[in-house]
């Protein structure tokens, strides 16, 4: 039993280390979600200004960081928030020199030059960032998503992940994952995500820099609203050796907040009451098909001002958004099942002949005796439905519900505690479940929460060295099982053989499979999938810090990530058991004649398969990384990067001590 879950883990150990060396034009040093700013001061002969004094205002928070040049005139700004900022550059018996209005986007490599002229320090020349400017080129190859592609496009489900085709080379629509739909259900069982020809599972989610997979399918675990994102990135190519995981960073960074306030209000609605008449192939036909979705929430970001109590601008800011999915959907479904006589064992309209197990003699008038029906089959009918219209095919139609709901929140606060000192905290949560109805009361529903933490601080040391400390906690839950998990223990009610009522998320009904009737139409099998449940309860711990430091013509950057990951699961095949039922006993001698439907009211099993018990599964492992990059300026228009990465990823430990080994062994005499 549970062996499935097994093939779901990866046992392989990776403890590998990489060694990259790249050559390029520009800047290829990147932070998780940070970018960069870097360039050279020159005079107007074109030789290095040294010690020319640079500051970086942020334009939103007004958040000032300083540097100097170095002997050969180069500055650089490690960690830089994504964002617009304002470059002033002074040096005395020069002229002032500004930039403003320059973006850094999310792990973005900004490279601006300045060419100081000879006067007074009071008057100022504005230097112009063109986009070409602002463009360096680097051996990292990937696509920043912006904040107005993602607020702007018209996004069927107003899921960012939509817009990563966006980035070339990258695809939506490579097959899922083995099982995943039925181990790992919603929208993350249909993630189809392939860049570069890579598999879906070589894809790694960060959120403000920490991770967002989850260790068991690499899926997504926080979805966070359209409305709260600043920008991604989804990098595909060679990038530095900070990076690793997996060869496909797709990198989120949420809004923060500034000094002016910005909100929103939103609501997206579409309703049955515009839609046109759906065609139906039965006599019975619905006016419509009853659809709403609503998607509606807010946001809201600015300064943190508690009025005669605090005024935080230029100091604590924030961000808050709250969106709800809630969509209403049903379809109509046409089955083929038994008609209300033969419910009662009356199977005198039937073409075939049911004939007594035990005498193989003809049913009188083809009825099978009220005092033959099994009491346990006799219990089940309830969970089954007779014919509503004429005939044995097509003959009942029901209205299938299909509700989805989905609900996210998240808050992110920023704070600048000095020019030195940057800290950023979030928190997001989110819940989502949808379900899908099948026949009579079956069917199956998804349920999936989540939390996730994030801290980090960004500390200057001295102007030439940054430290970078960031903290995430995820919790994800996710659970693919029965319509009637947790509310109705149909198993225990019946108290079949061989099966314990079992864990909450196991509960539902057992398959009835009708194998082969004599018409081949009147028996359509009912109950719930044999495959579920499926209980998913993940969580990652990650730390990670990292260092850069200007050192004349180089810039290194180094640093360690550790993970602890728990993959927690219960869940099995068969855990509410299937029966099957088919013409045998109720055939005659020479296997003629008999019916499915009619064994299954004699209770007379073809054949049944249970699982002993749910699969517990409770492993944990002890990520471990670092890495050293170097990104030296042989001269001011080449660029040497070098980078060595080592990844420990042990094998999942068992927690449990359940685990074993089979041998097979050979005796020789």
């Known amino acids: ?113 300045f060419t100081l002229q000879v006067g007074q320090v009071n008057e100022t020349v504005e230097v112009s960032a063109t986009a070409a400017l602002l463009q360096a080129e680097n051996a990292t190859v990937g696509t920043v998503i912006e904040n107005r592609e993602i607020s702007e496009a018209p996004l069927n489900g107003r899921e960012y992940l939509n817009l990563v085709t966006l980035a070339p080379n990258v695809r939506n629509f490579a097959p899922a994952a083995g099982q ?23 894809d790694y989610y960060t959120l403000d820099g920490v991770s967002n997979t989850d260790p068991n399918f690499n899926t997504y675990i926080v979805l966070p609203s359209i409305d709260a994102l600043q920008e991604f990135k989804v990098q595909t190519g060679v990038y530095p050796a900070e990076f690793g995981h997996a ?18 209000l939103f609501d997206f609605v579409r309703n049955d009451k515009f839609d046109a008449i759906p065609y139906a192939f039965t006599a019975i036909r619905p006016v419509k098909s009853p659809f709403k979705w609503n998607d509606y929430g807010y946001e809201i970001d600015g300064p943190v001002v508690i009025p005669k109590l605090y005024d935080g601008r230029n100091k604590l800011f924030f961000m808050s958004n709250y969106e709800w999915l809630v969509q209403r959907q049903s379809a109509q479904s046409t089955y083929s099942v038994p008609t209300a006589a033969m419910f009662e064992g009356d199977f005198s309209q039937f073409g075939s002949i049911i004939y007594d197990p035990t005498t193989k003699l003809p049913f009188d008038r083809n009825i099978i005796p009220p005092n033959l029906i099994n009491k346990t089959s006799q219990a089940l009918l309830k969970y089954y439905h007779s014919a509503t219209l004429p005939g044995l095919t097509n003959n009942y139609v029901q209205d299938s519900a299909s509700p989805v709901n989905r609900d996210g929140f998240i808050v992110r606060m920023d704070y600048t505690e000095s020019a030195k000192s940057q800290w950023t905290g979030r928190y997001s949560w989110g819940d989502e479940n949808q379900s899908t109805q099948t026949l009579n009361i079956a069917g199956t529903k998804v349920l999936t929460n989540y939390e996730q933490y994030m801290g980090s601080n960004t500390r ?23 319509l009637t998990a947790f509310n109705l223990n149909t198993v225990g009610a019946l108290n079949l053989p061989n099966l314990a009522p079992g864990d909450p998320v196991a509960w ?78 109720t055939q005659n001698a020479a296997g003629k004649g008999g019916d499915a439907f009619a064994e299954f009211l004699l209770g007379d099993i ?19 990384y670092a890495f050293v990059d170097d990104t030296w300026k042989v001269t001011p228009k080449l660029t040497v990067s070098l980078g060595l990465r080592y990844e420990f990823v042990p094998p999942f430990t068992d927690q449990l001590n359940n685990l074993f080994t089979v041998h097979h062994g050979y005796a020789v005499s």
């Open 180 to 202: 995943a739909g039925n181990r790992q259900g919603g929208d993350r069982a249909n993630q189809a995500i392939s860049a570069g020809g890579n598999r879906i599972v070589y």
């Open 247 to 264: 060869a496909t960073q797709i990198n989120v960074l949420t809004k923060s907040g500034g000094n002016a306030y910005h909100g929103s």
């Open 508 to 585: 539902g009904l057992p398959n009835i499979n009708l194998v082969g009737d004599g018409f081949n139409t009147g028996g359509t099998s009912f109950g719930d999938s044999t495959e579920a449940p499926y209980e998913n309860q993940n969580n990652t711990a990650q730390f990670i810090d990292n260092v850069s430091w200007n050192k004349g013509k180089h810039t290194f950057k180094f640093g360690f990530e550790f993970d602890r990951q728990n993959f927690n699961q219960i869940g099995n095949q068969y855990s509410r058991g299937q029966y099957s039922f088919q013409p045998n006993a």
């Open 606 to 624: 073809f054949q049944s398969t249970v699982a002993v018990a749910a699969a517990n599964a409770k492993f944990q492992r002890n990520a471990e």
């Open 460 to 482: 200057i040391i001295t102007p030439n060295i940054v430290n970078e400390a960031r903290f995430g906690y995820s919790r994800f839950y996710n659970a693919v099982t029965t």
């Open 1 to 113: 039993m549970g062996c499935q879950i097994f093939n779901e883990v990866n046992f392989g150990m990776r403890n590998k280390w990489i060694l990259g060396a790249f050559v390029c034009l520009g800047l290829p040093l990147l932070g998780q979600t940070l970018g960069d700013l870097s360039g050279r001061v020159n005079d107007a002969s074109g030789a290095g200004v040294p010690n020319a004094a640079v500051a970086l205002t942020n334009i939103s928070t007004n958040a000032v960081r300083n540097t100097e040049s170095s002997t050969d005139g180069l500055y650089s700004f490690s960690s830089v928030p994504p964002g617009v900022y304002n470059l002033k550059v002074e040096h005395p018996g020069f002229r002032t020199a500004t930039s403003n209005n320059v973006q850094v986007q999310v792990q973005q490599s900004v490279r601006l030059d």
